[in-house]
């Protein structure tokens, strides 16, 4: 973590602190839910948490709502829901730059479902990995250490997107 970093995140910090009392007006009993999300999307301004399902998106806000307030870790949204057409863009850059799909196809991407987080910085990630169970949020390729799915049960964990497995 850099000193920028660590700076960044005692001013969310703070930043969620003040806006404690606005947010227990605009949503009561939800107050530190509410103001961290407002903190967080200061912090990390290009996030867009717009096209996760309800449920993906409780997920989410809930749990770093936890690591926020609990552990003063801070989670921002990299990339959440994508429609299909950036999707294929994706998919058809990759294929053409590595040779090798690596980049799933609209049709079986999570991201497109919108049930993905790719999430930052690595801190947040990790937390999310060893608590993410809680909220149904689990990493599932080993390459890829800042994508998160929401899924009702543990998926089996893949070397990268689109691996099949060896056996079963
Ligand atoms: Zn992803």
Known sequence: MTTRDRLMATATKTLARCLLPLAHLNAPGHA???ACQWALGVRYPAEDLRGLTPAAHAAFT???????WRDGQLIGL????????????????DLQRSGLPRVLHPAESPHVRGVAMDVRPREGA???????????LYRTYDNE????????????????????RAYK
Do not use: C, I, K
């Open 32 to 34: 530190r839910h509410v």
């Open 78 to 93: 990299t990339s959440g829901h994508r429609d299909a057409a950036v999707q294929h863009r994706m998919y058809v850059a």
């Open 145 to 164: 250490w800042w994508h998160f799915e929401y899924r009702l049960r543990r998926p089996e964990r893949l070397p990268y997107p689109g691996a099949v």
């Open 62 to 68: 809930t749990a770093r709502t936890e690591a926020f």
């Open 126 to 136: 990790r937390w999310l990995e060893e608590n993410g169970e809680r909220y149904n």
